[in-house]
C-alpha cells in the first residue's frame, strides 16, 4: 500500500505562483509512475502532468510552459511548481501514484487551488 499526503495549495491572484507538495509512504518501491491530477467543479478528473521513474515527464496541452514537474519516485516525492496561473486552473489538485505490477492507483486526499480574475 502507498499513502499521499500533498499540501501547498490556496489563494492566489491570476498570474500567480503556487507550488504544490506530496509524499508517499508505504511500498514507495513499487512506484513507477506519480503526478498530478485536478478536478474542477462540475467537470471529470484530468491529468495535469506525470513525471515516470527516469525522468521522462508529461504535460496536459493547457499546462505546457506555465507548469513543472519534479520529484523523486524512488524517495516517493512530487512537486508541481504553478506559475502563470489562470482563473480556469481552479480546481482540487491531486497527487497520484501508480504501480503497474499488479496495475494499481493510488491517490492522495486532494488540495484546493483557487486563482481569482
Known amino acids: 500500500q502507498v499513502q499521499l499526503v500533498e499540501s501547498g495549495g490556496g489563494l492566489v491572484q491570476a498570474g500567480g505562483s503556487l507550488r504544490l507538495s506530496c509524499a508517499a509512504s508505504?511500498?514507495?518501491?513499487?512506484?513507477?509512475?506519480m503526478g498530478w491530477y485536478r478536478q474542477a467543479p462540475g467537470k471529470q478528473r484530468e491529468l495535469v502532468a506525470y513525471?515516470?521513474?527516469?525522468?521522462?515527464?508529461k504535460y496536459a496541452e493547457s499546462v505546457k510552459g506555465r507548469f513543472t514537474i519534479s520529484g523523486d519516485n524512488a524517495k516517493g516525492t512530487v512537486y508541481l511548481q504553478m506559475s502563470g496561473l489562470k482563473p480556469e486552473d481552479t480546481a482540487v489538485y491531486y497527487c497520484?501514484?501508480?504501480?503497474?505490477?499488479?496495475?494499481?492507483?493510488?491517490w492522495g486526499q486532494g488540495t484546493q487551488v483557487t486563482v481569482s480574475s
Open positions: 513525471i515516470i521513474g527516469g525522468g521522462s515527464t
Open positions: 508505504g511500498s514507495i518501491s513499487s512506484i513507477n509512475i
Open positions: 497520484n501514484a501508480f504501480r503497474s505490477l499488479p496495475p494499481k492507483n493510488y
